[in-house]
């Protein structure tokens, strides 16, 4: 088995990074595959809080770089996907702690038994960026329909263009049906024309990730929550199927009372 | 409606299109307007020198198709005629 490593980033922080590497995690381990996930931001770490893991964390990446433990020490098993882990970040250290063939090589060890591998990549375009992206398969961007965040996605196209690591695929973020409605958000395909790479999940704005972050428990598990099913989405596009796209217009009254006479 | 829509009757996610399409040509090749002025002044005293051109009706752009960006320069030669007839 050859496991395939997914690298989530986005030049700009607070685009949702890390809310899609949970959730993506959590929908492809729901269905049935061994994922693991690394925390890259180094002396901030967040995808153990967000995933409610933090309090089992004994070894971090920095102790399997350095050898104070085996990989294996380090995978903290998920409290109800038993075939999924995490690998947090270290939070005293700094992103110089690790360097990208440290990366290449953990990731190597791990696809010998491992699906999926999805790396959490700190923001910004130095050295925790260069760790991140180094051992992928594909880089998936996350954006959001806003000037700083595009902007920062182009930044981050050009500079795995020019590292050859392939085309990335774009994640639209936090988009909201009824701001585009009235014009005052880029949509889709606003975003669409001016990156030009191949769009793989488009997310609407969900104020339950919030609560869901609150809880330690990612949306992808709710059946009902939209953003939850649109990361479903995104996991399946990653596994080779095809899944239409969700419609983002806001539900009317009716809309809804039909949904509710469908349950 | 706010007060710049009424001004410009422009919604503001086209002006965000508009900027974006704008920042992201420069980004990707790294001129800013300020050095594209400057080429645009060195290619036309380059070229001014060899034939006659109308400097006003010169157009020097950035332009982009997909990811890729050119430097387009349009530049209208004055007809050897007329100037013989000067």
Same mark, same amino acid.
């Given at each position: 088995?050859?496991g395939k490593v997914i690298?989530?980033?986005?030049?700009?922080?607070?685009?949702?990074?890390?809310?899609?590497?949970?959730?993506?995690?959590?929908?492809?381990?729901?269905?049935?595959?061994?994922?693991?996930?690394?925390?890259?931001?180094?002396?901030?770490?967040?995808?153990?809080?967000?995933?409610?893991?933090?309090?089992?964390?004994?070894?971090?990446?920095?102790?399997?770089?350095?050898?104070?433990?085996?990989?294996?020490?380090?995978?903290?098993?998920?409290?109800?996907?038993?075939?999924?882990?995490?690998?947090?970040?270290?939070?005293?250290?700094?992103?110089?702690?690790?360097?990208?063939?440290?990366?290449?090589?953990?990731?190597?060890?791990?696809?010998?038994?491992?699906?999926w591998?999805?790396?959490?990549?700190?923001?910004?375009?130095?050295?925790?960026?260069?760790?991140?992206?180094?051992?992928?398969d594909k880089?998936?961007?996350?954006?959001?329909?806003?000037?700083?965040?595009?902007?920062?996605?182009?930044?981050?196209?050009?500079?795995?263009?020019?590292?050859?690591?392939?085309?990335?695929?774009?994640?639209?973020?936090?988009?909201?049906?009824?701001?585009?409605?009235?014009?005052?958000?880029?949509?889709?395909?606003?975003?669409?024309?001016?990156?030009?790479?191949?769009?793989?999940?488009?997310?609407?704005?969900?104020?339950?990730?919030?609560?869901?972050?609150?809880?330690?428990?990612?949306?992808?598990?709710?059946?009902?929550?939209?953003?939850?099913?649109?990361?479903?989405?995104?996991?399946?596009?990653?596994?080779?199927?095809?899944?239409?796209?969700?419609?983002?217009?806001?539900?009317?009254?009716?809309?809804?009372?039909?949904?509710?006479?469908?349950? | 409606?706010?007060?710049?829509?009424? /001004? +410009?009757?422009?919604?503001?996610?086209?002006?965000?299109? %508009?900027? !974006?399409?704008?920042?992201?040509? @420069?980004?990707?090749? #790294? /001129? +800013?307007?300020?050095?594209?002025?400057?080429?645009?002044? %060195?290619? !036309?005293?380059?070229?001014?020198? @060899?034939?006659?051109? #109308?400097?006003?009706?010169?157009?020097?752009?950035?332009?982009?198709?997909?990811?890729?960006?050119?430097?387009?320069?349009?530049?209208?030669?004055?007809?050897?005629?007329?100037?013989?007839?000067?």
């Open positions: 088995m050859t690298t989530i980033t986005s030049g700009k922080g607070g685009v949702g990074k890390t809310t899609a590497v949970a959730n993506l995690a959590v929908a492809l381990a729901a269905d049935g595959k061994k994922v693991v996930c690394i925390d890259g931001d180094i002396g901030l770490r967040n995808l153990d809080v967000v995933m409610g893991l933090e309090n089992r964390i004994v070894y971090d990446i920095v102790d399997v770089v350095e050898g104070r433990c085996k990989t294996r020490q380090a995978m903290i098993r998920d409290k109800r996907l038993p075939e999924l882990f995490l690998i947090p970040a270290a939070q005293t250290r700094d992103k110089n702690a690790v360097s990208p063939s440290d990366m290449v090589r953990l990731c190597d060890e791990l696809r010998q038994d491992i699906d591998i999805l790396i959490d990549s700190p923001a910004g375009i130095e050295r925790g960026f260069r760790n991140a992206i180094a051992p992928a880089v998936l961007i996350v954006t959001n329909p806003e000037m700083s965040a595009v902007r920062d996605a182009d930044r981050v196209v050009g500079l795995l263009e020019a590292e050859e690591k392939g085309s990335p695929s774009l994640v639209v973020n936090r988009l909201n049906p009824a701001m585009i409605k009235r014009g005052d958000m880029l949509s889709v395909d606003d975003v669409y024309d001016l990156l030009r790479i191949d769009v793989i999940g488009i997310v609407p704005e969900d104020e339950n990730v919030i609560v869901a972050s609150n809880r330690g428990a990612p949306l992808a598990l709710e059946a009902k929550s939209r953003a939850g099913q649109a990361f479903r989405n995104i996991a399946r596009r990653l596994e080779g199927h095809q899944v239409p796209f969700m419609e983002l217009e806001s539900q009317g009254l009716w809309e809804r009372l039909a949904r509710m006479g469908r349950k | 409606m706010s007060f710049f829509e009424r /001004l +410009t009757g422009k919604k503001s996610a086209s002006s965000a299109k %508009e900027r !974006l399409q704008l920042v992201l040509i @420069h980004d990707r090749v #790294d /001129l +800013t307007p300020a050095v594209l002025d400057a080429l645009k002044e %060195e290619l !036309l005293a380059v070229i001014s020198r @060899h034939v006659d051109i #109308d400097p006003s009706s010169v157009h020097v752009e950035l332009a982009s198709e997909g990811r890729n960006q050119r430097l387009v320069a349009d530049i209208p030669l004055k007809a050897a005629a007329r100037q013989r007839a000067r």
